[in-house]
């Protein structure tokens, strides 16, 4: 049974930082491309950061300089550290996985709400 769980979401002020976290459980963690997407009301779901197994990342224009993704392949765990958070970026957080084998998403967490407050 897979299982993406995030943590860390929460309300911060603009300006502020958040860090999320995602454990994943049933897959082969270093098989797998392991991402941030987001959702805010309204609006469909757009891809923050993108970590390969070998590091490479990947991140929307909208949050370079200000979002880190990480990821510790040894505790399963994929990390986004969030930065200088403005109100847009307000939304659910949602942790995805990928088979370095496919383009779509395989699994999805259950999301986690941050909202940034000005």
């Known amino acids: 049974q897979v299982q993406l769980v995030e943590s860390g979401g929460g309300l911060v002020q603009a300006g502020g930082s958040l860090r999320l976290s995602c454990a994943a459980s049933?897959?082969?963690?270093?098989?797998?491309?392991m991402g941030w997407y987001r959702q805010a009301p309204g609006k469909q779901r757009e891809l923050v950061a993108a970590?390969?197994?070998?590091?490479?990342?990947n991140y929307a224009d909208s949050v370079k300089g200000r979002f880190t993704i990480s990821r510790d392949n040894a505790k399963n765990t994929v990390y986004l550290q969030m930065n200088s958070l403005k109100p847009e970026d307000t939304a659910v957080y949602y942790c995805?996985?990928?088979?370095?084998?496919?383009?779509?998403?395989?699994?999805w967490g259950q999301g986690t709400q941050v909202t940034v407050s000005s």
């Open positions: 049933g897959i082969i963690f270093n098989f797998n491309v």
């Open positions: 995805s996985a990928r088979r370095l084998t496919t383009s779509t998403t395989d699994y």
């Open positions: 970590m390969t197994p070998g590091g490479s990342t």
